[in-house]
């Protein structure tokens, strides 16, 4: 949520700037910013809306300057309009922020009575005034942010530069990510390293309360209680060169079409060539040592973990709780003495997963990560981690992204099995294979966008949907039903299928589409008894199947997709690719902003 760059560079700052936030862009899309120092003096320049606003914006007002920082709003305190847009800056200093300050309205009544007068609603602004005040009693920069920092509560990432202090740049940290760039005479801050990633590959990673001086020299590191301290810095493998669409219209629909490669590339990191056998790396627990996992994730991560639970549970009998991030770090759950914690995250960031792993982890619970961004700050504080070979994912609505994590799961799952001796080695062998023969089946499925872009004509007119599934692939009409909302708009909802009877039926009529997840397995039938059920009231039914199924239901459904058959065990990474590309075609039948949905953000850094 909202993307923070700095530098202090030999050359014009705006431009620097900008290309950072371009890559940061998916991190929030409601205002852009910048400031710089120009002649010793703050001079901003802000636009509501995309990067693209501000870019119109400085070509009519270029931005001078070789000091500066930016930032790309997802809005939380305050309307996404200029006023609110960051940098916040007094006379002496500007300020960009990701996260919340939440002691902002005590600040600011505070430094209201000491006469700063404020010129937006956002809790930002609490902190340029707040440096202000200590500046204005004669403290450096330096001491100003060692003094402000700690009266700030919440979850923060910061940058901060000072009039009259050219060549200067402080950031600080605390539960939201921040990293540092090392160029050459040059010294960069971004939210990532994928902003760095065009200016250098050498970055620090700001820990916990960090808060760190830039000059052109380098960066002094100090910690929460204002120590020096040193922190390595380390190269990342990310290409500097703009992360494009590679000729496809929209970010979503290259990212789906990566998905056989995606999916291969993960597994292929699990499985090992010579044996065709699952091969982890050493895993922070043992599977006969524990009773009991938790796997705790949000949003589409989510999903992901309930598929693993039909997994881990039918495949290796290990019982498994799935939790979503945000309700399990505030029940306090009582955690199982022989117990282990999985958090998953494409991003890394995601400020409830981080939290929940902290909480297990301080509680002596063994914390394994599954995740897309190495260096993440969840894959930081984990006890061990899987990486998603998923590559950036821009388009904010996750799908590349949620098949790797699947690759991940079922791989785990396997491990498990076998460890715990649940399942014979030929067995097991038969799963392995079929999880190999994935990538195959999502590029067939990929070759029928033309039948799915048909159906989606008649979702685009629908105001309210449902989405059903049995067993496995109830998670995964859980994830169709999120992919249609986050980019049609179109109100839609995933139900257990048997759940039905219990009081969705009664929304049932011929302007609520059903779009039903039924490949052929052992529920096959008590599926289809609902599919009649609904067809019966009126409902508009659209089946994604396989070959088997879709000559079993009569009378057949208004539309159905049948793809190859495959082990089920491996179909929920197959079956979820056709509701993904539902979800895009509707969305582009509905004129929406498909890469960049109304109110959302990519990474979710604030609770
Ligand atoms: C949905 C989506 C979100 C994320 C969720 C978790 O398309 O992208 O629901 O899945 O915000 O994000 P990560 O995986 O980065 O922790």
């Not at 100090?222 to 219209?249: C, F, P, W």
């Not at 190495?374 to 504080?381: E, K, L, M, N, V």
């Not at 969305?587 to 604030?606: E, F, H, I, M």
Request: glycine share 10%; with cysteine; aromatic share 6%.
């Amino acid at each position: 949520m909202c993307g923070i760059v700095g530098v202090i560079a030999k050359r014009p700052a705006a431009g620097l700037l900008l290309e950072g936030l371009r890559r940061l862009e998916y991190r929030g899309y409601d205002s852009a910013g910048l400031a710089t120092l120009e002649g010793g003096k703050i001079a901003r320049r802000r636009a509501r809306g995309k990067i693209r606003a501000l870019e119109d914006r400085l070509r009519e007002e270029p931005l001078p300057g070789v000091t500066g920082i930016g930032h790309t709003r997802w809005a939380t305190h305050g309307k996404p309009n200029e006023a609110n847009a960051h940098p916040h800056a007094t006379g002496q200093v500007a300020v960009v922020h990701n996260g919340i300050i939440e002691n902002y309205k005590e600040l600011r009544r505070e430094l209201e009575q000491k006469g700063c007068v404020f010129q937006s609603e956002t809790d930002t602004e609490t902190v340029a005034h707040l440096l202000s005040v200590y500046l204005r009693e004669g403290a450096s920069p330096a001491e100003a942010a060692a003094k402000a920092l700690p009266r700030l509560e919440g979850a923060f990432a910061l940058a901060m530069i000072f009039a009259g202090h050219e060549g200067l740049v402080i950031g600080a940290r605390r539960g939201s990510p921040l990293a540092v760039g090392h160029g050459e005479g040059e010294m960069y801050l971004g939210s990532d390293a994928l902003a760095l990633a065009p200016l250098t590959s050498r970055v620090t990673y700001l820990e916990e309360g960090d808060w760190a001086e830039l000059t052109a020299d380098g960066a002094v590191f100090h910690d929460a209680g204002n120590n020096i301290v040193s922190r390595e810095a380390q190269q990342t493998a990310l290409s500097g060169a703009m992360i494009g669409k590679a000729g496809y219209r929209h970010f979503m629909l290259k990212e789906i079409f990566e998905q056989p490669g995606v999916v291969g590339d993960t597994l292929a990191s699990l499985i090992d060539p010579e044996t065709g056998r699952v091969a982890l790396p050493d895993l922070p627990f043992k599977w006969n040592a524990i009773q009991k996992i938790s796997i705790v994730a949000c949003g589409t991560a989510y999903y992901a973990a309930k598929t693993a639970k039909y997994w881990f549970e039918q495949v290796a009998g290990l019982p498994v709780e799935v939790d979503i991030a945000s309700e399990y770090r505030y029940r306090s759950p009582p955690l199982h003495d022989k117990g282990a914690l999985m958090v998953i995250s494409q991003s890394g960031e995601t400020a409830d997963t981080l939290a929940a792993l902290r909480f297990a982890g301080e509680r002596g619970q063994k914390t394994l990560a599954v995740v897309n961004v190495p260096g993440s700050s969840i894959a930081r504080a984990a006890d061990g981690v899987l990486q998603t070979h998923a590559g950036p994912e821009i388009g904010v609505a996750s799908t590349k992204a949620f098949t790797a994590q699947l690759a991940v799961l079922a791989c785990l799952a396997l491990d498990c099995a076998r460890t715990r001796g649940a399942v014979d080695e030929t067995r097991l062998d038969a799963l392995t294979q079929a999880l190999r023969a994935v990538p195959g089946h999502i590029n067939a499925v990929l070759q029928k966008s033309a039948s799915i872009r048909e159906a989606a004509q008649i979702l685009a007119e629908a105001r309210d949907m449902l989405y059903l599934g049995r067993g496995l692939y109830y998670p995964i009409a859980l994830e169709g039903a999120l992919k249609l909302k986050e980019i049609s708009y179109i109100h839609a909802e995933g139900y257990a299928a048997g759940e039905l009877k219990h009081g969705p039926i009664a929304l049932i009529d011929e302007d609520m589409p059903v779009v039903v997840v039924a490949p052929h397995d052992a529920l096959f039938e008590k599926t289809a008894s609902n599919i009649q059920e609904v067809m019966a009231r009126g409902a508009k039914v659209l089946v994604v199947t396989d070959e088997k199924g879709a000559s079993s239901l009569d009378p057949p459904p208004f539309w159905q997709l049948a793809l190859p058959e495959i082990d089920p065990f491996a179909a929920p990474l197959v079956c979820v690719v056709p509701l993904q590309v539902l979800a895009y075609e509707t969305a582009l039948a509905k004129g929406t902003d498909v890469d960049q949905p109304r109110n959302l953000a990519k990474s979710v850094t604030v609770e």
